[in-house]
């Protein structure tokens, strides 16, 4: 059963892996076409995402743990993306401070597993 989850983690490796560079090339056709700097944004974080979703899918195969500390950097990304692809002014102000509590938790989160 080990082995075919394993498998499975690798299918998503490569998937994310795949994903990645198909958001960098959608990044670099809309920086030379100068199309929407808000989309580009948000694209070039997705592709960060990835990365650190690839990074713990890694950390996963070598250890089988999940490493919450790349879980919380993939969190925070995660919303900056939203926050950046929609628009601060988009949002009411229930939404943004959920978002703040949100960050709040997982900046806890962070500190418990790093101090606690």
Same mark, same amino acid.
């Given at each position: 059963m080990e082995l075919l989850q394993d %498998?499975?983690? /690798?299918?998503?490796?490569? &998937? *994310? =892996?795949?994903?990645?560079?198909? =958001?960098? !090339? #959608? @990044?670099? #056709?809309?920086?030379? %076409?100068?199309?929407? *700097?808000?989309?580009?944004?948000?694209?070039?974080? =997705? @592709?960060?995402? &990835?990365?650190?979703? !690839? #990074? *713990? $899918? /890694? +950390? !996963? $195969? #070598? !250890? +089988?743990?999940?490493?919450?500390n790349i879980l919380v950097e993939v969190g925070v990304s995660v919303i900056i993306q939203k926050v950046v692809l929609v628009g601060v002014d988009e949002f009411t102000m229930q939404q943004l401070v959920g978002i703040s509590l949100i960050l709040v938790f997982l900046g806890a989160i962070l500190w418990v597993d790093m101090y606690g």
């Amino acid at each position: 059963m080990e082995l075919l989850q394993d %498998a499975v983690v /690798v299918l998503l490796n490569v &998937t *994310l =892996f795949g994903m990645g560079f198909m =958001f960098l !090339y #959608r @990044v670099w #056709r809309e920086i030379i %076409a100068l199309g929407n *700097l808000q989309e580009s944004l948000s694209n070039i974080i =997705f @592709v960060v995402i &990835t990365i650190e979703l !690839y #990074r *713990l $899918l /890694v +950390h !996963y $195969l #070598r !250890y +089988h743990k999940v490493d919450l500390n790349i879980l919380v950097e993939v969190g925070v990304s995660v919303i900056i993306q939203k926050v950046v692809l929609v628009g601060v002014d988009e949002f009411t102000m229930q939404q943004l401070v959920g978002i703040s509590l949100i960050l709040v938790f997982l900046g806890a989160i962070l500190w418990v597993d790093m101090y606690g």
